[in-house]
């Protein structure tokens, strides 16, 4: 069974401050991670992913995140946030040993950024 | 990138009534389609998976009388909400899987009201 857990339901930051949006995951596979954004009314858009290549993983938006086995996270970071980032952030495992897409979401973190 | 065209963007529905939902893939065969729904300010949950030309696989808790799920083509998977009740009142998003890989591009999602 996979599962995926964001802490943190809301993080708040100023403008140009670093932006950590926290992942942990459980799976007994080798995971397969990913990073969603979603605007308000909208699908989702898809910021990055992991699939067992480089650790560190650079998306979309000046994003990336780090696959840290040990610790089993996928943090969400980026340098210095800016407005329209402002948004709702899901981290997803793709379930099952399977090459199937099935995606179990964690639960979203809202990302509010202050002028 | 793929385009998924998911139609309508929203609908109002009366209680009772039925309710069709489609998802298309625009530039490529998605041999499998998964169909989430998000309650407000919650994350998404699988709701089933369809693959093209046979029986759409529910999710545990999912009514597969209620939320009817067809994949009659490459490139079309359609949700119909049989006799809605306001508690369907729900974001409804699907997502298509392009070939093996685990990238899933997503719909831009279905708001749906039952008065």
């Known amino acids: 069974a996979q599962s995926v857990t964001q802490l943190g339901s809301h993080v708040s930051v100023s403008e140009g401050a670093l932006v950590l949006l926290r992942c942990n995951y459980s799976s007994s596979v080798p995971p397969y991670l990913f990073w969603y954004v979603q605007y308000p009314n909208q699908g989702l858009q898809l910021l990055l992913k992991?699939?067992?290549?480089?650790?560190l993983v650079k998306g979309i938006n000046g994003f990336e995140a780090e696959f840290k086995k040990s610790e089993t996270s996928f943090h969400l970071t980026k340098p210095s946030a800016h407005m329209s980032d402002a948004a709702e952030y899901f981290c997803?495992?793709?379930?099952?040993?399977?090459?199937?897409?099935?995606?179990?979401f964690g639960q979203g973190t809202t990302l509010q950024v202050k002028p | 990138g793929a385009v998924v065209s998911q139609h309508p963007s929203w609908v109002i529905c009366k209680s009772g009534t039925s309710v069709k939902i489609e998802c298309r893939s625009l530039?490529?065969?998605?041999?499998?389609m998964f169909w989430y729904r998000q309650f407000p300010k919650q994350s998404l949950m699988l709701m089933a998976t369809s693959n093209e030309g046979s029986k759409a696989t529910y999710e545990q808790g999912v009514e597969k009388d209620k939320f009817l799920i067809n994949h009659a083509s490459l490139t079309l998977s359609t949700l119909t909400v049989t006799s809605a009740h306001p508690e369907d009142s729900s974001f409804y998003i699907c997502?298509?899987?392009?070939?093996?890989?685990?990238?899933?591009?997503f719909g831009q999602g279905t708001r749906l009201t039952v008065v």
């Open positions: 997803a495992v793709s379930g099952t040993s399977g090459n199937t897409g099935k995606l179990i």
């Open positions: 530039d490529f065969q998605a041999t499998t």
């Open positions: 992991y699939t067992s290549a480089a650790t």
């Open positions: 997502s298509a899987r392009a070939g093996r890989g685990h990238k899933a591009f």
